[in-house]
């Protein structure tokens, strides 16, 4: 059986959120804005429950097999006005661990993070990733979505 039929995507747990925050922290632009401590800083637990409170996001992780956490994502569903007032999935945060890229397991993820959105009658799905993620951007072109428009963020 190949790696990515053993494969689970499932809803994110507490205990989950130190793997989370390691695959976050996992390159340049996560290893300045994440502070991966043992124990991790409480404002992320914080975090956790109110994302996991929310009906409108899920935040699921990947599993390997042996039950490992290898990868995330997390699906807002943004209600608006827009568009005839039609709901937008954003997909914030996808994520594979280091040692696991190049499976297919991102890809599995967006896919499902797609279905879910169609599931919940939004009309387009949405994403953003930095201008410096070339990797990133090819993989998301290759999964149909477009460069459409121009992120702009403002950090506090």
């Known amino acids: 059986?190949?790696?990515?039929?053993?494969?689970?995507?499932?809803?994110?747990?507490?205990?989950?959120?130190?793997?989370?925050?390691?695959?976050?922290?996992?390159?340049?632009?996560?290893?300045?804005?994440?502070?991966?401590?043992?124990?991790?800083?409480?404002?992320?637990?914080?975090?956790?429950?109110?994302?996991?409170?929310?009906?409108?996001?899920?935040?699921v992780v990947a599993e390997d097999?042996?039950?490992?956490?290898?990868?995330?994502?997390?699906?807002?569903?943004?209600?608006?006005?827009?568009?005839?007032g039609a709901s937008r999935g954003l997909i914030e945060d996808v994520r594979v661990a280091s040692h696991c890229r190049s499976r297919g397991i991102g890809e599995r993820l967006v896919q499902w993070a797609v279905t879910e959105a169609r599931a919940k009658d939004c009309k387009l799905v949405e994403l953003l990733t930095h201008h410096t993620r070339v990797d990133a951007q090819r993989f998301y072109a290759r999964l149909g979505f477009q460069a459409s428009h121009v992120g702009m963020t403002l950090r506090f």
Do not use: H, W
């Not at 097999?65 to 005839?84: F, M, N, W, Y």
């Open 65 to 84: 097999g042996d039950r490992a956490v290898i990868g995330c994502l997390q699906l807002c569903i943004l209600p608006g006005l827009s568009s005839q």
């Open 1 to 59: 059986m190949d790696t990515i039929s053993k494969i689970t995507i499932r809803r994110a747990r507490r205990d989950d959120v130190q793997a989370i925050v390691a695959m976050l922290a996992d390159d340049r632009l996560g290893s300045a804005r994440e502070r991966l401590e043992d124990p991790l800083p409480p404002s992320y637990f914080r975090a956790f429950e109110a994302v996991d409170r929310d009906p409108n996001i899920q935040l």
